[in-house]
């Protein structure tokens, strides 16, 4: 049973409580608390900074659907949203809140029919949810008219910048009235959201629930730490020792994505992928099944994943680190909602163990290292699972007693032990004949800080080994068992990161190529890819092209200092190794005309 006394301190309406009343909900949560009685009383525009999952949508759709009422007249209420996943999302939200009031509400979105669109829109409509090209497409149309338009969302503000939708809002924003509400909801606070509420916001007030990029509070961060060519069979290993996992999988790139997830379907998963490969329609069809619980394990991109807010996810799962914090916490941030417990888990080589400690910084937690499941521990696992759900089953006495003296018949020859093991075999058996022979997967050792105070060398002899290549940067040039190394001329400073490196490759290559280990350096970057590919890898780079820098690449040395040889050859025009032959004839013609 609600407790009604706590909503109705904020001021909503006995039609609004009976709605929250029949969502179930029991108490507000902050940003409820604070945002709801604000709204209603028609005092500011509000500025709040809050994570994804906190009740935003309830937030400002309480008050707004009180205060309006259903009229033919225009639009009431615009709400911007980053994602056609979020857009219909928090349109159904609305509706559901919205069963007495009557109000008319559509999402609008690319990638759906604009002929639908256009039909709903012609009949009138009083609060409109949508993403920032689709809305813009549609004033300039003059479809949509938003000159009567009293509540004005961004929803998700930082994220519609992101993906890089700030000339829309500006067009948007200078299409509605100047007397009207302004709410803005952001996880993060970059500059472009401070110059829009500066320059469309009145007299806002600002609400921060929780720091600049705070992970949830009930998330436990958790790392394994495997060589490269043992990643996939790590995360298989994960996911069958946690029976009842129901999570997402975020992948780089969109190759990526629908190879793992193509391999966990290979091997009996309920998985499916999600990118922006997929039409709307496959896309919907995913989304259904996996809030319907009909898959397991959804496996996506995060451009794909941006808006998706889905309940109940016991863990999502990085296939290898972001390159910036926020996605991580983004990331994060997907379970562990409503009170309940979540895992993130991140699946590292040795060389990404310097971006958990960077993580760990800024979110102020702590990841745990785990080791990788045993068979014997997966096994074990799944069979306390198995018992556990056979103790917990429903059964329909009164249907299944009329088949029970048949059944009986025919397994009575069997003892009760005899019985509960071919029950086991029956669930069990491709679990067991897979890890019978399973392949190894070895947890890496980390290898441990030298205390300085016990080299016996003193402060000059830490500085002329610090001089001399040291062991970690040879091995940063060696490669993992089973790839070799390869070596480019364009690092960190270039923008160069794992994504746009994978980009290069797969514009310049026919056919996939398997990467592992990456390590990026200021100038230059190094990367593993299968025994046998580096020829192939270094032929495909040679003369391509990374915003008109010329890339040059070779199968790595060891014993080579890349670090000297990249500042060497690197001009403050920032030409590298590999350039065509003219620019050295050029300084030769110029030097004879001298």
């Known amino acids: 049973m609600i407790n009604e006394a706590d909503f109705s301190t904020l001021g909503l309406s006995e039609e609004m409580l009976a709605a929250v009343h029949a969502k179930g909900f029991e108490t507000p949560t902050s940003i409820q608390r604070l945002t709801i009685?604000?709204?209603?009383?028609?005092?500011?525009?509000?500025?709040?900074q809050s994570q994804t999952g906190t009740g935003k949508t309830a937030a400002f759709g309480l008050p707004i659907l009180q205060q309006i009422e259903p009229s033919k007249e225009g639009v009431q209420s615009i709400i911007l949203v980053p994602t056609r996943e979020l857009a219909v999302q928090a349109a159904e939200e609305l509706l559901s809140y919205n069963r007495e009031r009557r109000l008319s509400i559509t999402a609008i979105y690319g990638g759906a029919a604009m002929s639908e669109q256009l039909r709903r829109l012609s009949r009138g409509v009083d609060i409109v949810v949508g993403t920032p090209g689709r809305v813009l497409d549609h004033i300039r149309r003059g479809t949509l008219k938003l000159d009567k338009v009293r509540f004005l969302v961004l929803d998700e503000a930082d994220e519609m910048l992101n993906m890089g939708f700030l000339d829309e809002i500006n067009a948007i924003l200078e299409n509605v009235p100047e007397e009207r509400k302004m709410l803005l909801f952001s996880a993060t606070m970059p500059d472009e959201i401070a110059k829009?509420?500066?320059?469309?916001?009145?007299?806002?007030?600002?609400?921060?629930?929780?720091?600049?990029?705070?992970?949830a509070q009930n998330v436990k961060h958790v790392y394994y730490m495997v060589n490269a060519k043992d990643k996939y069979l790590a995360l298989k290993r994960i996911a069958d020792s946690n029976p009842n996992i129901y999570g997402i999988i975020f992948c780089r790139t969109r190759r990526e994505t629908q190879e793992i997830a193509d391999n966990l379907i290979g091997d009996g998963y309920n998985v499916d992928a999600l990118h922006g490969d997929l039409s709307q329609m496959q896309r919907d069809t995913v989304m259904k099944k996996f809030r319907e619980h009909t898959l397991q394990l959804l496996v996506a991109t995060d451009v794909a994943a941006r808006g998706l807010d889905v309940d109940n996810l016991t863990h999502v799962i990085n296939y290898g680190l972001p390159d910036d914090v926020a996605t991580y916490t983004h990331r994060s941030g997907r379970t562990g909602r409503a009170g309940k417990t979540g895992v993130s888990v991140a699946i590292i080589h040795s060389r990404e163990k310097s971006k958990v400690k960077e993580i760990e910084k800024r979110i102020g937690k702590s990841f745990e290292r785990a080791m990788v499941p045993t068979p014997q521990r997966i096994i074990e696992k799944q069979l306390y699972n198995l018992a556990d759900r056979l103790e917990k089953v429903k059964v329909n006495d009164e249907e299944i007693e009329k088949y029970l003296p048949g059944i009986v018949r025919k397994l009575e020859w069997l003892s009760e032990n005899d019985l509960l093991k071919r029950v086991v075999s029956l669930e069990f058996n491709r679990l067991l004949e897979y890890y019978k022979d399973a392949p190894e997967v070895v947890d890496y050792e980390e290898r441990k800080p030298r205390d300085r105070r016990k080299s016996g060398k003193g402060e000059e002899g830490e500085k002329a080994e610090r001089r001399r290549p040291s062991a970690k940067d040879k091995d940063r040039r060696t490669a993992e068992k089973g790839f070799e190394r390869i070596y480019v001329n364009a690092g960190k400073a270039d923008g160069f990161f794992p994504t746009r490196l994978i980009e290069t490759l797969n514009q310049n290559m026919d056919g996939r190529v398997e990467v592992g280990r990456i390590d990026l350096l200021n100038n230059y970057a190094l990367f593993d890819v299968r025994k046998g590919d580096g020829k192939k890898v270094v032929a495909a780079l040679k003369n391509a092209r990374y915003f008109g820098k010329r890339l040059y690449a070779e199968i790595a040395d060891p014993d080579r200092d890349y670090a000297k040889a990249s500042a060497r050859k690197s001009n403050s025009k920032g030409r590298h190794e590999?350039?065509?032959?003219?620019?050295?004839?050029?300084?030769?013609?110029?030097?004879?005309?001298k």
Do not use: C, Q, W
């Open 196 to 215: 829009i509420a500066k320059n469309y916001m009145h007299n806002p007030v600002e609400f921060v629930l929780g720091t600049k990029n705070e992970a």
């Open 578 to 593: 590999g350039d065509d032959d003219n620019f050295s004839k050029f300084r030769k013609d110029k030097k004879r005309k």
């Open 37 to 48: 009685p604000r709204l209603l009383s028609g005092e500011n525009d509000i500025i709040a």
